[in-house]
């Protein structure tokens, strides 16, 4: 059997196939590119129906990650999936708090989860940065109340997965005035969440 070899082959043919599968998209052709990616990590062409993007969302996160923005995220899983290489050569750099001691150390006392007080210490750090949650809804839900305390991301990528309390607090990040990429109901995870920021990185 004969196969593709050439790695930028294979991502181009990969690329054409996910263009056939979902047909013309009434997005730009920036958002495009990020819903594509997302196919191209996952596999499912179905996520062409899940994804939303706000209006200011790409342009708000490539004047970031221009200006050398920290990406902040909520599990390792979506800082080791993203692309270390192009945040070099935008002086910008990923955290994640997740196994800090001091967080490690502040959850057990106070019983909550790991991520909402990863949130909770990166606080006004988050101002103007990018978030990227891909797993934890509790953290999207602490951002959000930190949101509601003044402290204003330049976007957030919030693509919690999961039955509990992600569909929720995705719906909840769609009524905020904030950049945002989401996708709808129980699908997502931290590859989703790298994707979408990968995406936004290849176009700068």
Do not use: W
């Not at 052709?29 to 996952?42: C, G, N, P």
């Amino acid at each position: 059997m004969e196969y593709i070899i050439d790695p930028k082959e294979i991502e181009k043919r990969s690329m054409e196939i996910i263009s056939d599968l979902i047909g013309p998209l009434d997005n730009t052709v920036e958002e495009q590119a990020i819903i594509k990616r997302i196919i191209h990590t996952t596999g499912d062409p179905e996520y062409r129906h899940v994804i939303k993007i706000h209006p200011e969302a790409v342009a708000n996160g490539l004047e970031a990650l221009r200006q050398g923005s920290k990406i902040y995220t909520d599990v390792r899983m979506v800082l080791t999936g993203i692309n270390k290489k192009k945040l070099a050569q935008l002086n910008s750099s990923v955290e994640c708090g997740i196994d800090r001691e001091d967080v490690i150390a502040t959850a057990l006392k106070t019983g909550e989860t790991r991520a909402i007080t990863a949130m909770k210490l990166f606080g006004e750090q988050l101002h103007d940065s990018v978030v990227a949650i891909g797993n934890a809804p509790t953290a999207l839900f602490q951002l959000l109340k930190l949101v509601d305390e003044g402290i204003r991301p330049k976007l957030i990528v919030g693509t919690p997965v999961g039955f509990v309390g992600a569909k929720e607090s995705k719906e909840l990040l769609e009524t905020y005035d904030i950049p945002y990429i989401t996708v709808a109901g129980f699908k997502g995870g931290s590859a989703v969440a790298a994707a979408a920021v990968n995406a936004l990185l290849l176009q700068l």
